[in-house]
């Protein structure tokens, strides 16, 4: 069964392998009515999505981005939707976020050559374009040459959160995120919460600095996991969202946009969230 909603979906700007362009055209054979482009610390491919989406005029297209965030030993996702994507902060953030992600990804790439991993950073610099730069590049690098099958079997031991290689770069935590995007009319969502410790806690902590929402509708869940986050979100009155996190890496069983989602009132109640903000903040 096919959703015609999908929140999640990432292009050549990040780590997607498909052009923005590509994507509106694949979202549009697979169904879907509403859909955001939400690609890390990157708004760049949302020009072009709306050029693509001319073609589609009954399908909308929500300005997204997926902003990566840090707190203690690890990593949160925090969508944001209905950005004003056009503020000069915002993109001063994400400009330097991506600067960070440079020297990040150097650096992973000598720890990997520690290990006996030799890839060029050149290569990864060529595999990414000139969007944000992400250990998925890194990954497609490796299965270049051969060290790996796939992309995703690169994580689990070198460029996971734990991996042998990984390295830190700059984020900002889960509350300046919150903050940013709210300030700019953004409905700040958590992204694939189902493996946070704590989460109960942290929900709770989030919706005071401004947390809308969070995914439930998650592709790769599990129908357990769906009706354990659905509880949590109605509790904490959040705004169930998800979708497919489509990247088009070539991993084995990777789902296509379309594949999950959440349903329409979860978009009217997600725009009616970010009317409130702009209200607020005029
Ligand atoms: P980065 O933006 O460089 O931190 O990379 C994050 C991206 O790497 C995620 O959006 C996923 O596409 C991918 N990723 C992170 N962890 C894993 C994992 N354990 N297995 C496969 N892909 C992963
Ligand atoms: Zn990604
Ligand atoms: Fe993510
Ligand atoms: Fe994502």
Redesign the pocket.
Known sequence: MGAVVDLHL?TTV??GRLTPTELIQLVARQGLKVVSVSD??NTDGLAEAYQALKEFPDMRLIPGL?L?TDIPGD?I?MLGYFVQYDDDELQSVLTRFREG?LE??QAMVEKLAEYGLHIEWERVREIAGDG????????LALVEKGYFKE??DA??EY???NGLAYAHREKMTPEEGVAMLSRIGGVAVLAHPAQLPDLESKVTHLKEAGLVGMEVHYAQYSPGTIARLLDIAKRHGLIPCGGS?Y?G?G?TGELLPGTMGPPMETVERLEEASRKLTQSSS
């Open positions: 990432h990040s780590d890390h610390d997926e990566s990593e996702h992600r990040r990804g944000s730069v992400g250990r998925p590049h890194i990954a992309p995703k994580f689990a460029l996971g959160r996190d990247h890496l991993n």
